[in-house]
């Protein structure tokens, strides 16, 4: 139990950086950003070649964040420049990617048991804690610069930021890249991790990221930007756990995406089913004031 414990912590901040990844897209920019499924794969794959081929894993690792930023750069570009709708320029670049991925990998599947990575002899709940804040600080600190804050205001109005003269485009295309080469970075990393990469990994990330992004802003809160990438970041840990304690009562492996599926079902009505359980409770309140103030008036009636 106790290793599966650490497992779940070890790789759920991993996953992490990848839920902070689709925390700008999906709620910074507004914008329903589907590369993730491929792009993830894209940074296990160039991480998993690089550190095959006998290169550094730490050049591997930043080559692979930099291959995630192309990759958004390019659904980015598709969008804005090509006018094509933003969940369809997405789900594009991740149909093209499953194709790249392979000639990147030029098999289905690469394994690395035995090879120095870059997760390799260190203290793992040590150092991946202080990595995620990094880079958690790091974004907080951009999202605070003025590119940053044009970009944020791209996702609450862009009519408005463009008559100030800001080019959304722009602000679009850097917004998506970092996201996606954020998600690539945490599946160098992940590849690493696990000492292994296929072409399917990918698969689902994206839901993954928003069960993380939903977990976090619903226990956590997401009153501001510091809040919240805290928040994203500790509901993919928590998410983690989920699904170890999941696999511990006897769910089996295979139903894991449905089961991820239905934890996003459930931490998006529940707002929603609160929200109407203090309305309706407001209303019986408002109610039985008004029952008391209309008794009080027909006693006083009474009484004169």
């Known amino acids: 139990m106790l290793l599966a414990l650490t497992g779940s912590l070890e790789s759920g901040m991993i996953y992490a950086i990848m839920a902070l990844g689709v925390y700008i897209t999906f709620r910074i920019l507004n914008f329903p950003d589907l590369t993730v499924d491929g792009s993830f794969t894209t940074g296990g794959a160039i991480a998993a070649v690089m550190i095959t081929g006998g290169g550094s894993p730490v050049i591997a690792t930043i080559a692979a964040f930099f291959g995630g930023l192309i990759a958004g750069v390019c659904t980015g570009l598709l969008h804005t420049k090509g006018k094509i709708n933003a969940l369809l320029a997405g789900i594009l670049m991740m149909i093209a990617l499953y194709s790249i991925n392979l000639r990147i990998m030029d098999k289905s599947n690469i394994p690395m048991l035995g090879m120095d990575t870059l997760l390799t002899n260190v203290k793992l709940l040590i150092v991946l804690p202080i990595a995620v804040l990094v880079i958690k600080l790091a974004l907080d600190w951009f999202l605070r610069t003025d590119i940053g804050l044009a970009l944020r205001a791209t996702g ?149």
Do not use: C, H, W
């Not at 917004?175 to 992940?190: E, M, P, Q, R």
């Not at 399917?200 to 802003?217: F, H, K, N, Y």
């Not at 304690?245 to 492996?253: D, F, P, S, W």
């Open 156 to 304: 609450d109005n862009p009519r408005m930021i463009r008559s100030f003269g800001v080019n959304t485009d722009n602000t679009i295309i850097i917004g998506v890249s970092l996201s996606n080469g954020l998600v690539a970075l945490s599946g160098a990393l992940i590849a690493q991790y696990s000492a292994f990469t296929e072409i399917t990994m990918g698969v689902g990330m994206i839901v993954i990221g928003l069960a993380s992004v939903i977990i976090g802003e619903a226990l956590f809160g997401a009153r501001t930007v510091v809040r919240a990438t805290l928040a994203v970041a500790l509901g993919a840990v928590v998410y983690r756990l989920i699904v170890a304690l999941a696999l511990r009562v006897g769910v089996e492996a295979t139903d894991m995406k449905l089961m991820t599926a239905l934890i996003v079902i459930i931490a998006l009505t529940l707002p929603m089913i609160r929200e109407s359980m203090r309305q309706k409770a407001l209303v019986r309140k408002r109610a039985a004031e008004l029952d008391q103030a209309s008794s009080a008036d027909v006693a006083r009636g009474g009484g004169i």
